[in-house]
């Protein structure tokens, strides 16, 4: 879903404050050297149907299908009490590397070392830690309901018991394995934390392509000139165009509206939402803090709204389900099936506008996730019978038109070529005067003279920067300018009193530093925050521990299988 379900905004809150005995760190570690046990595709880890029963081996036991969906379920689950949304809900879940056959497979290897090691976990712990979590015994019916049923696909109570406790067995095997962490001493802690709170206060020289573009001189000839070298850039994109069926949200908020008015203690819901998350979390779209009143409204009408996406899931699956039967039952499936299924159950087909993979649909309401949908699909693999969720409706699509990718005229794309062939010419004379700046600064400093002496002389822009440390994360006003991460890394490498090379800093341009001085430690700061410290330290050496042991686990619970990659979406029917 676009938004997570209202009423449950706060119940993961508490997670996050329990990462300690939630194990959520050690697997992105681990999932650097995964190898590959199991790789079924994703449209059968959840529908069983094709291949058989058992998927793979872990230390000698035989994985089932059935044993790899609940660790699939699971990892969902961990997915959501993160991020708080589920990962097909997600739209940033690739960004952050999320693929559910890789999570499932570590998952069940960790599980398999849990069992190894004769870890058991009390139903007494399950139960505390999920009353926390959902702020009560009596609110596990309301979370299956509003939480676990609506995910697509849909989970059980069962499935969030099993989480809970395998992640308490998770964190376990953790502190057994990676005990030798918690030996950080006061001292050592200490060391790191002056490394990584080091200050260094330095300068930045910039360089920004825009301000050298006025003096490039672009005559036709010319441009017709970088047009040929250049024509392999100069080309349309493959686009395609596809027929859509469309349930709407809009089409249920009159049902939504009726659902919430049949819950009786709707406005005791509301305010238990509005307690538990914080006055200041409800905001307008400036982000100014709204009014109790506002507030109350807004959680209504996002359940509202979240009712009415969960109805229109509804009835897009029972069309999906009609249409995917219809498609299993033809002998050439092709995409006029959408059309003949939709007659029949008195529902419209829209088509698309062409589009290409990187912009989409522009006149629909869609996610990155609908191009990626509808550029899986092929002439003999036409149909997706699998709801597609955008931010206000769900879509089941086909594959009408694909456009292949041509060259375009000069005339086409002129202006293009223009602005192309400008940025180029800028960008070289930039880089010739930043090292002819880049020289004077190393024979200027020799000399004695200072840096901002040497700027003022070639008339270059400089700025002097907050204090920088290993730590810093964000430099304010100029994530447009460079990049926090590699500025950090030239500034912590000089020493005072010396200038760094010229940088290429794209899309803008480029930068020289020179570090003017290293700002001595807050002694009395450290000694407030070292005890905090201290304990991070320890818990990230455990947990550096157990990935390295898991590490070479993996290695002997599949010696030589390959590197698990995302399977590739396979076609339905031959």
């Known amino acids: 879903m676009a938004t997570l379900r209202a009423q449950f ?38 529908e069983g149907g094709r291949g058989g029963s058992q998927l793979g081996v872990i230390d000698g036991h035989r994985v089932t299908k059935q044993e790899f969906q609940d660790a699939a379920q699971e990892a969902r689950l961990r997915y959501f009490s993160n991020y708080r949304k589920f990962p097909e809900d997600d739209d940033q879940a690739s960004q952050r590397g999320f693929d559910l056959n890789r999570e499932a497979t570590v998952r069940l290897v960790l599980l ?36 676990l049923k609506v995910a697509r696909p849909p989970l059980t109570v069962n499935d969030f018991e099993r989480w809970l406790r395998n992640d308490i067995g998770i964190q376990q095997l953790s502190a057994l394995h990676g005990a030798a962490g918690r030996m950080v001493t006061p001292a050592e802690a200490e060391e790191i934390y002056r490394r990584e709170n080091q200050e260094v206060v330095a300068q930045l020289a910039i360089f920004n392509v825009s301000n050298y573009l006025s003096r490039i001189t672009v005559t036709n000839n010319v441009l017709t000139q970088w047009y040929s070298n250049q024509m392999a850039r100069y080309r349309t994109p493959e ?30 819901r509301i305010e238990e939402t509005y307690n538990k998350q914080g006055t200041n979390s409800f905001t307008d779209t400036n982000g100014v803090v709204l009014s109790r009143e506002a507030a109350f409204a807004k959680i209504k009408e996002e359940g509202r709204d979240q ?51 990187e912009e989409g649909p522009t006149n ?47 005339a086409e794309v002129k202006d293009k070529v223009t602005s192309d062939y400008k940025q180029a010419q800028a960008f070289g004379l930039m880089r010739t ?48 300018v460079v990049d926090t991460r590699q500025l950090k890394n030239v500034v912590l490498s000089l020493e005072p009193g010396k200038a760094g090379p010229f940088q290429i800093s794209p899309p803008t341009g480029g930068f020289i530093v020179y570090v003017k001085q290293r700002v001595p430690i807050d002694e009395a700061k450290m000694k407030e925050g070292l005890p905090k410290f201290l304990g991070e330290i320890r818990y990230m050496r455990q947990n550096q521990l157990f990935s390295q042991w898991f590490n070479k686990e993996l290695e002997k619970a599949a010696p030589g299988l390959p590197l698990l990659t995302k399977p590739q979406q396979q076609p339905r029917r031959g």
Not at 117 to 124: L, P
Not at 239 to 249: D, E, H, K, P
Not at 379 to 396: K, L, R
């Open 307 to 357: 009712r009415a996406m969960m109805l229109a899931m509804q009835q897009a699956n029972e069309f999906g389900n009609k249409l995917d039967e219809v498609l299993n039952a033809a002998k050439q499936p092709t995409a006029d099936l959408l059309n003949q299924v939709a007659s029949s159950n008195k529902l419209t087909v829209h088509v698309t506008q062409p589009f290409d993979a």
């Open 433 to 480: 005067e930043a090292m002819d700046f880049q020289n004077r600064v190393t024979n200027g400093l020799a000399t004695g003279k200072t840096f901002d002496e040497l700027a003022s002389a070639a008339k270059v822009n400089v700025i002097t920067l907050p204090p920088i440390s290993r730590s810093t994360e964000s430099l304010t006003n100029l994530q447009d």
């Open 239 to 268: 686009q395609v165009v596809v027929s859509y069926v469309r349930f709407a949200q809009s089409n249920f908020l009159a049902e939504a509206d009726k659902f919430l008015e049949g819950i009786t203690n709707l406005n005791q």
């Open 9 to 46: 905004f706060y119940m993961f809150g508490t997670i996050r404050r329990h990462q300690k005995w939630l194990l959520f760190v050690i697997v992105a570690a681990v999932i650097a050297s995964m190898l590959l046990f199991l790789n079924p595709s994703e449209q059968d880890l959840f």
């Open 112 to 147: 398999a070392k849990v069992e190894e090691a004769g870890i058991k976990v009390a139903d007494v712990t399950v139960g505390e830690l999920a009353n926390r979590m959902l702020g009560g015994a009596n609110r596990i019916a309301e979370f299956e309901t509003q939480v």
């Open 364 to 410: 629909l309401n869609v996610t990155p996730n609908f191009a990626r949908a509808a550029f899986s699909l092929t002439p003999t693999n036409a149909v997706m019978p699998q709801p597609i969720p955008g931010e206000d409706a769900f879509y089941i699509i086909a594959l009408k038109e694909t456009i292949s990718s041509r060259p375009q005229s000069f």
